[in-house]
């Protein structure tokens, strides 16, 4: 066999099957110890903004646009597990002057080297026809499977640490993007905050094209699009933040990720929409309709896995009265705080759902869902 058939041999038949046991490894890991992680990545977020801010006390910054998170991948060969943050104003790659930390993301990257150590070894039974350049290529394809739960763990931890003094007091540009990737080269939005001056009537117009691939991160904060019919849309991990949705027809819409916090749902219909990792936290859902909806959170199948497990859907103080979760798929969400008066939940998934204890005299649960939930 030619010692490229060799190389792919090896990849479709020995990293596939490898990389599958330590990316279930890291997802156990990440699931059981996502609240420690957000902990010490709040550390280093709050860090660089205590730089930002010494900078913008010294008139040496200007507004904040970007906060970015980067993997380095020259780094990575040579064994270390820290990320690049950079702090920049609005001209992103344009400043001369960024604000520079590190992240330790040792706690991911650790299984990647695990199974870069089993596969050299394994390696080593072909007789030299794989080198251990071709290892260390392995490794930076394999990085970007790690590299998501450091996204997942941002998107787990940052509705917290926006909230804290040291980012509030950061003078902000009119958007700032918070985003994790690879160095001067691809990165995702974990966050976005947009003050820019909007015309609701044109948001509405543009959404009421329902245009495929516009939708999703978009940021649609501080919005009246009550009212409006947006059904089947694509709008995962966009920005409804204190946005008026009431009475609208939401659908069968793709919603994993979207950020609703301290907005009006009242009496929306989000039937039948997937919503997994959706933070519902703080808003007004009275009498919304969420029958047949798909949030469940964890990994949907360990054998298939193919992205991290989804984050809990989160109901964190939020008005529930009359709304209706009939036959929902709410495993692992978190209602804690939430009213939850005539809260309609037949037929729901609520394993490992976590609930208030004081809402325990509100809910009416069948036997099986009160075994299963978990009362804080």
């Not at 964190?316 to 929902?328: C, H, I, K, Q, S």
């Not at 037949?346 to 299963?372: C, M, W, Y």
Request: one cysteine or more.
């Amino acid at each position: 066999m030619q010692a490229e058939g060799i190389l792919q041999h090896f990849y479709e038949t020995e990293v596939e099957k490898r990389r599958l046991k330590y990316l279930l490894a890291l997802e156990d890991y990440f699931q059981g110890s996502k609240d420690e992680l957000a902990e010490e990545f709040k550390e280093s977020f709050l860090n660089i903004c205590l730089q930002l801010q010494q900078e913008q006390a010294e008139q040496q910054k200007g507004p904040i646009g970007h906060i970015v998170f980067s993997m380095l991948r020259s780094e990575l060969l040579g064994g270390s597990h820290r990320y690049l943050v950079e702090g920049t104003d609005e001209d992103w790659f344009f400043d001369l002057h960024p604000i520079l930390a590190t992240y330790d993301v040792s706690w991911a990257f650790r299984f990647l080297e695990q199974l870069i150590e089993e596969l050299s070894m394994y390696s080593k039974t072909f007789m030299g026809a794989i080198s251990q350049a071709d290892i260390e290529r392995i490794k930076l394809m394999e990085a970007a499977h790690f590299h998501q739960y450091i996204i997942s763990l941002a998107r787990y931890a940052l509705p917290d640490i926006i909230r804290c003094p040291e980012y509030l007091a950061l003078e902000r540009a009119v958007t700032v993007e918070i985003r994790i990737g690879e160095y001067m080269d691809i990165s995702e939005v974990v966050y976005s905050d947009d003050f820019s001056p909007k015309d609701t009537e044109e948001i509405k117009a543009w959404l009421d094209q329902k245009l495929e691939d516009e939708y999703p991160y978009e940021v649609f904060s501080n919005l009246n699009l009550s009212g409006g019919n947006y059904e089947s849309l694509d709008i995962r991990y966009a920005f409804f933040h204190k946005t008026n949705l009431s009475h609208s027809q939401m659908r069968d819409c793709m919603l994993i990720g979207a950020n609703f916090k301290e907005s009006l749902l009242i009496e929306t219909d989000v039937s039948f929409s997937a919503i997994h990792e959706a933070d519902f936290s703080n808003s007004q859902l009275q009498g919304a309709n969420f029958q047949h909806v798909k949030g469940a959170s964890g990994l949907l199948d360990r054998e298939k896995r193919e992205m991290p497990g989804y984050l809990p859907v989160r109901f964190n103080g939020a008005n529930l009265e009359g709304a209706n979760f009939e036959l929902a798929d709410l495993k692992g969400a978190c209602f804690l705080g939430a009213n939850v008066k005539n809260t309609y939940f037949v037929g729901a998934n609520l394993d490992k759902a976590v609930f208030s204890i004081e809402a325990r005299n509100h809910l009416k649960l069948d036997p099986f869902q009160t075994a299963n939930v978990i009362w804080k």
